[in-house]
């Protein structure tokens, strides 16, 4: 079974940055799409950023020009770097990997196969 471990998670100031990293089991990471997740408090989980095995990426419009996902798949690892962070970008931070996730889904939960346990971010005003 596939094992993701999220970290980097912490308290940054608003306007901050902060980059957050996922390793993988896997040293199959270039055959599936991963993404990011967060869960905000008091909020639904909600789609943060893909990467697909073409390297190309996605991004949520509330992100979009201000995280950028990348992946090092000889180390079996996936980034998000996070510019700009706001207090609205606090949450739990997941990363997951989909062996079906296309285009079409790749903003829903369902099409992803494995999940990590989350890191926690928290931007301060």
């Known amino acids: ?7 980097g998670g912490e308290l940054v100031q608003a306007g901050g940055s902060l980059r957050l990293s996922c390793a993988a089991s896997t040293r199959f990471l270039s055959s599936h799409t ?3 997740f967060r869960h905000p408090p008091g909020k639904e989980r909600e789609f943060v950023a893909a990467i697909f ?3 190309r990426t996605y991004y949520a419009d509330s992100v979009k020009g201000r995280f950028t996902m990348s992946k090092d798949n000889a180390k079996n690892t996936l980034f998000l770097q996070m510019n700009s962070l706001s207090p609205d970008d606090t949450a739990t931070y997941y990363c997951a990997l989909g ?3 296309i285009l079409s889904t790749v903003q829903l939960p369902s099409a992803y196969d494995f999940w990590g346990q989350g890191t926690q971010v928290t931007v301060s005003s």
Request: hydrophobic share 45%; proline share 0%; charged share 20%.
């Open 1 to 7: 079974q596939v094992q993701l471990v999220e970290s």
């Open 34 to 36: 991963m993404a990011w």
């Open 53 to 55: 095995r073409n390297s």
């Open 99 to 101: 062996q079906r996730a």
